[in-house]
């Protein structure tokens, strides 16, 4: 009796949970129309356009590996910005030919990140995403300070708005920048592999998803599968917003002969409800391993235990 009022419990979080992503979803749907506005694509394809230049302008490019990427360099290039501007403004031309000391400019590049020097005292971070080792998207993140001394702030950015590049600001970039640049990377790649895997699902099990749920960053992820054995409902919470693999999961799983024959004698018996079974191995699977490879797992215990 006790396992049959923790099951209904436990349906009742599941309805609840549905309404509310429900409202996430047609939130989402509202705030991609805004942000898909020209003034928003202007944006993007502004910086792209600037940091392609600043690319081309740069005598090398430099990969940087371990400890190379550190603080030092990190000032290295801030130095290198406000020399470069100081030298400009007391020339009065910017157009003049360097000196010597600016002849070469350098862009680093540190995994999936390019951090190259742009136009005035302005550093600018090239976000580079993949999945399944294709690219995705690219963003970008702007940083300046009024003088080498001051700290750096984001002049602009590319960066979807429900990540929490503000918070991360105000947290890192002050005491511990070159963390910031590598949380910001973290953060952006973490969330395209989890809406990626989201997306391998729906192509996989497309006429099997009966509904899905998630939340703007993908850190809170629902759906119903369904066929002619098993209903498997599937529910994901991620720990943070840089992982790619859930800690909270439930996946209930419904034998379809018993679902139906449920729903067949409920006119006759009010209250009568099918019981899901819990499928730990599959719960455990989805803790250990990408999105699409835990619903195949979950899939085949269904299978055995319908059978």
């Given amino acids: 009796m006790g ?3 923790f099951m209904q419990e436990e349906d009742i979080r599941l309805e609840t949970t549905r309404a509310r992503f429900a409202n996430v979803v047609k939130r989402h749907a509202q705030l991609t129309e805004r942000l898909s506005r020209d003034s928003d694509k202007m944006i993007f ?4 356009k600037e940091f392609e230049a600043a690319r081309a302008s740069q005598s090398q490019e430099i990969n940087l590996d371990g400890e190379q990427w550190n603080d030092g360099l990190l000032a290295t290039v801030r130095e290198q910005v406000h020399m470069e501007a100081d030298r400009k403004t007391t020339s009065g031309d910017a157009n003049d030919m360097p000196t010597s000391h600016f002849q070469e400019k350098v862009t680093y590049r540190v995994g999936n990140k390019v951090i190259c020097c742009l136009e005035g005292t302005r550093i600018g971070i090239l976000y580079e995403t993949s999945f399944a080792g294709e690219p995705c998207e690219l963003y970008h993140c702007v940083l300046e300070s009024k003088s080498f001394l001051e700290k750096m702030t984001v002049l602009e950015h ?20 070159m963390r ?22 729906k192509e996989l099990y497309g006429n099997q998803i009966g509904e899905l749920y998630h939340s703007l960053p993908y850190h809170m992820i629902e759906f119903v599968l369904e066929d002619s054995d098993c209903k498997v409902t599937v529910s994901l919470r991620y720990p943070d917003l840089v992982s790619v693999l859930p800690t909270r999961v439930k ?57």
């Fill in 158 to 177: 590319t960066i979807p708005f429900f990540l929490p590049i503000r918070e991360v600001e105000n947290d890192l970039l002050s005491s511990n920048a």
């Fill in 180 to 201: 910031f640049i590598d949380h910001i990377g973290e953060l952006l790649q973490a969330y395209v592999d989890r809406r990626e895997q989201v997306r391998l699902v």
């Fill in 45 to 48: 394809e502004r910086l792209q």
């Fill in 3 to 5: 396992e049959v009022n």
């Fill in 251 to 307: 996946v209930l799983a419904w034998p379809m002969h018993q679902y139906k024959k449920s729903h067949t004698s409920s006119a006759g018996a009010m209250g009568s409800q099918p019981i899901p079974a819990r499928l730990s191995y599959a719960e455990d699977a989805l803790r250990t391993m990408s999105l699409p490879e835990g619903i195949t797992f979950a899939f085949f215990f269904c299978f055995v235990m319908s059978g």
